[in-house]
């Protein structure tokens, strides 16, 4: 059955594969980004195949308004996909707060304004899904990603609490969580003002910031994730076809074998934490 999506952060990388994708399902698909006019040929190529551009500064105050024309020009809105995002790596030392305010600016509070302005219609409806685009960062942190991860753990804590809020409404939140995907991602990543062009301080040189910004650059060439199949899986996942047929759906949607692998690390922490220190956890019971 056809549905109308609304997409953020359209120009290049998931959010295309998710556009391209979700039109050559049938749905009806709103695309948007910062700046349409950069992309001439992409914008033409989704409305030769039945969809709609638009503008979209997710960080903008007033950018729950799209939600408002889009409700407007089809009647409503079944699938919101939140995938808008931006990366800052360095040292915290080196991060004004301007930047870190910026951070979260695009990637919490601009999935957070969105998701606000399309409850309402949502809930009026009694249906609709709510994905928002974290990241493998949004449960492993990682030295040179503190407010990149701050940004995504903060937008996995509100989605968890969100999705416990809006069941009774048959509204569903998934988190999708991408490891390292073949997109342009790298070629985004702005680094602090104060760190130099490289991202990296002198005195942070040879430590594991230096270490995981040389790590993350190679992966403009080097990532192993096909962004089509990340959106296939994910529009499998919401109509409960293809793989995702008979399965049961999950509040988290982790996305390459490289994200695999770091869940499986920070849940073998996490079971450590808990056996290995059970006895100073329960001393602190009443009883």
């Given at each position: 059955?056809?549905?109308?999506?609304?997409?953020?952060?359209?120009?290049?990388?998931?959010?295309?594969?998710?556009?391209?994708?979700?039109?050559?399902?049938?749905?009806q698909?709103?695309?948007?980004?910062?700046?349409?006019?950069?992309?001439?040929?992409?914008?033409?190529?989704?409305?030769?195949l039945?969809?709609?551009?638009?503008?979209?500064?997710?960080?903008?105050?007033?950018?729950?308004?799209?939600v408002?024309?889009?409700?407007?020009?089809?009647?409503?809105?079944?699938?919101?996909?939140?995938?808008?995002?931006?990366?800052?790596?360095?040292?915290f030392?080196?991060?004004?707060?301007?930047?870190?305010r910026?951070?979260?600016e695009?990637?919490?509070?601009g999935?957070m304004?969105?998701?606000?302005?399309?409850i309402?219609?949502?809930?009026?409806q009694?249906?609709?899904?709510?994905?928002?685009?974290s990241?493998a960062?949004?449960?492993?942190?990682r030295?040179?990603r503190?407010?990149y991860?701050g940004s995504?753990?903060?937008l996995?804590?509100?989605?968890?609490?969100?999705s416990?809020?809006l069941?009774?409404?048959?509204?569903?939140?998934?988190?999708?969580?991408p490891g390292?995907?073949r997109?342009?991602f790298?070629?985004?990543?702005?680094y602090?003002a104060?760190?130099?062009?490289?991202?990296?301080?002198?005195?942070?040189?040879?430590?594991?910031?230096?270490?995981?910004?040389?790590?993350?650059?190679?992966l403009?060439?080097?990532?192993?994730?096909?962004?089509?199949?990340?959106?296939q899986?994910?529009?499998?996942?919401?109509?409960g076809?293809?793989?995702?047929?008979?399965?049961?759906?999950?509040?988290?949607?982790?996305?390459?074998s490289?994200?695999?692998k770091?869940?499986e690390?920070?849940?073998?922490?996490?079971?450590?934490?808990l056996?290995?220190?059970e006895?100073i956890?329960?001393?602190?019971?009443i009883v």
């Amino acid at each position: 059955m056809s549905q109308v999506w609304l997409i953020t952060g359209c120009s290049s990388g998931l959010g295309l594969s998710l556009t391209l994708a979700a039109l050559k399902a049938g749905h009806q698909v709103v695309a948007t980004s910062r700046n349409p006019s950069k992309t001439p040929a992409l914008v033409s190529e989704v409305q030769s195949l039945g969809g709609k551009w638009k503008g979209l500064d997710v960080s903008d105050p007033n950018s729950g308004n799209i939600v408002k024309e889009v409700i407007h020009d089809f009647g409503r809105i079944d699938v919101l996909i939140n995938n808008a995002a931006a990366a800052l790596l360095g040292a915290f030392e080196d991060i004004s707060e301007e930047e870190s305010r910026h951070q979260m600016e695009v990637n919490f509070f601009g999935p957070m304004r969105l998701c606000k302005a399309v409850i309402p219609s949502m809930r009026e409806q009694r249906s609709g899904t709510i994905i928002n685009i974290s990241s493998a960062a949004g449960m492993v942190g990682r030295a040179s990603r503190c407010l990149y991860a701050g940004s995504k753990h903060a937008l996995e804590g509100f989605t968890e609490a969100l999705s416990a809020e809006l069941a009774p409404f048959n509204i569903a939140c998934l988190l999708v969580q991408p490891g390292p995907f073949r997109t342009q991602f790298v070629n985004n990543v702005c680094y602090p003002a104060s760190s130099g062009p490289s991202g990296v301080s002198p005195v942070y040189r040879g430590t594991p910031v230096d270490a995981i910004i040389k790590y993350t650059k190679s992966l403009a060439t080097g990532a192993g994730g096909d962004p089509d199949k990340a959106a296939q899986a994910i529009l499998d996942v919401v109509a409960g076809t293809g793989l995702a047929r008979g399965k049961e759906r999950y509040l988290r949607l982790p996305l390459g074998s490289e994200c695999k692998k770091v869940l499986e690390e920070k849940i073998q922490v996490l079971t450590d934490t808990l056996k290995n220190q059970e006895e100073i956890i329960c001393s602190t019971d009443i009883v």
